[in-house]
């Protein structure tokens, strides 16, 4: 069965009596032209899920939508890595949107409570510099870090949600940038390896967003996916790093769990032989201390979860809010200074460690982490660990994972270069990826993952894309040299360029 509809702006009431600020009545009629010159037809046949499970069918659904906005940069993820995208190139005076599938910018540190930064740096120099270190800067004036917290640490920094999601509505309000919450990317329009749409949802319905240069901070590299870039997912058989459903809790006795010097983790084989736990899962991240009495938990792991499937992100989030009562349980039973902790809030987003590795013009590797790489386009610097959490619950694969994090990490003062190629995905002339979706192998993903990376590829996309549209010229075509030079004045870390 084959069903057809169309549905024209000019006949459609919703669309004419509910304009969105910033676009007018001739931007409606001017739409529909604009839709059939660019062919702004979406089909989600083209966009399904890898997994064919469910499906009955297929239908042709067709609009005509309008192009709300027509900008330089458009950014897909408002996480830490598009919104230092979108940032950098609304400072360099390009015209942007930023469109935000959640309630708030920075992803998996606001809605997915991850309560903790990753160092920003190698123990010497402060790697993720520039936007990262303004963002930095402005969450400890804002008293947004943990009370043990302290200026000037390149270590680990615990994150308080609510003031970074401040931080960030100040960061990007202040820029004029056109931006939404709740907004999701659904799909592209391709020509002759050009992006030309992206096709949003919101609550006022389907509309497309024209650009020159697009930047996809997804995080699961769904418009470079979409546009016909090659990627990669998981190891040789497509198993993937688990999902964590990160947590907060109050009533934590911060001095009562110092003093008694139990480790959460040595701890988990007790709880185990009394079948506390549903799933025997050796990692435990652990909790953090984000408030005086507050605890931030990246406990528990979402074992097969695919980021890039409803479908499994649904069985996840409901698993992990069933699971963390066996975690309560062990906490307030089996170590000191939990006993009356309470379970206040779950992200509102799976905390996702690994999806879709974009193929570009340079796959980043671990031959390269190793050798300490130095590259003549790098445009920034980082030495996160190896982090490949075990993709089963089982104890030989949390011994390789034990063994990878022990001894694939760096001494004080060392680092790996992020070549400017991994951002430039093969096939598609006018986009660039960032965060964790950067061209690299498996290796690479688990340490370049972490929220100071995704700042230092973000700004490198912005600064990138910006310097694109004054040139007038491609992506490949950007001056390697004069970016470094750019990056380097708004505090990027690049010694060798």
Same mark, same amino acid.
């Given at each position: 069965m084959k069903s057809q509809r169309k549905q024209s702006v000019n006949n459609n009431p919703e669309l004419k009596t509910r304009t969105p600020v910033g676009f007018t009545r001739r931007d409606i009629m001017r739409c529909a032209a604009l839709a059939a010159g660019a062919n702004l037809v979406w089909s989600r046949s083209s966009y399904a899920a890898d997994k064919p499970e469910g499906r009955t069918g297929t239908i042709s659904f067709q609009r005509e939508i309008p192009v709300r906005h027509e900008v330089d940069v458009m950014v897909a993820g408002g996480g830490p890595a598009g919104l230092a995208a979108a940032i950098i190139a609304a400072r360099q005076g390009r015209k942007v949107f930023l469109a935000e599938g959640q309630t708030s910018f920075g992803g998996m540190g606001t809605a997915g409570l991850i309560p903790v930064f990753m160092p920003f740096g190698n123990g010497k120099d402060f790697l993720a510099a520039g936007f990262g270190k303004e963002v930095y800067d402005k969450l400890f004036d804002a008293g947004g870090t943990g009370p043990d917290d302290k200026r000037g640490t390149l270590g680990c920094v615990c994150i308080q949600a609510e003031v970074l999601k401040r931080v960030y509505d100040a960061m990007v309000v202040e820029t004029g940038m056109a931006f939404s919450f709740q907004t999701q990317v659904i799909g592209v329009e391709v020509k002759d390896g050009q992006v030309t749409h992206a096709i949003c949802q919101g609550k006022s319905g389907l509309f497309a967003v024209a650009a020159k240069v697009f930047v996809d901070g997804t995080g699961d590299g769904d418009l470079a996916a979409w546009a016909g870039a090659p990627f990669e997912k998981g190891d040789a058989e497509g198993n993937m790093m688990p999902g964590t459903l990160c947590s907060l809790w109050a009533g934590v006795n911060w001095s009562e769990v110092r003093k008694s010097g139990l480790n959460a983790e040595r701890e988990l084989q007790r709880a185990f032989t009394d079948k506390v736990f549903s799933v025997e899962d050796r990692h435990l991240p652990g909790m953090f201390r984000v408030g005086t009495a507050i605890g931030g938990g990246n406990i528990g792991h979402a074992f097969g979860v695919d980021s890039t499937d409803e479908r499994s992100v649904t069985k996840a989030l409901i698993d992990g809010r069933k699971r963390l009562l066996e975690y309560e349980l062990y906490y307030k039973k089996y170590l000191k200074g939990f006993e009356e902790m309470v379970?206040?809030?779950?992200?509102?987003? &799976?905390?996702?460690?690994?999806? @879709?590795?974009?193929?570009?013009?340079?796959?980043?590797? &671990?031959?390269?982490?190793?050798? @300490?790489a130095v590259f003549e386009d790098e445009i920034g610097r980082f030495s996160y660990p190896v982090d490949i959490h075990a993709s089963r619950p089982d104890a030989k694969d949390f011994e390789k994972f034990e063994k990878e994090f022990r001894l694939l990490r760096y001494g004080k003062g060392e680092s790996y270069g992020i070549p400017f190629r991994t951002l430039i995905p093969k096939k598609v002339n006018n986009l660039l990826v960032t965060g964790r979706c950067i061209s690299s192998d498996r290796y690479i993903q688990g340490s370049v993952r972490v929220m100071p990376g995704c700042y230092i590829t973000g700004q490198a996309a912005g600064m990138a894309a910006a310097m694109a549209i004054e040139k007038s010229t491609s992506i490949r075509q950007v001056a390697v040299p004069e970016l470094q030079k750019r990056l380097k004045t708004i505090g990027a870390f690049l010694p060798n360029a």
């Open positions: 379970l206040l809030s779950t992200g509102s987003l &799976l905390g996702v460690r690994e999806s @879709r590795r974009i193929m570009g013009e340079y796959v980043l590797c &671990l031959e390269d982490f190793k050798k @300490r």
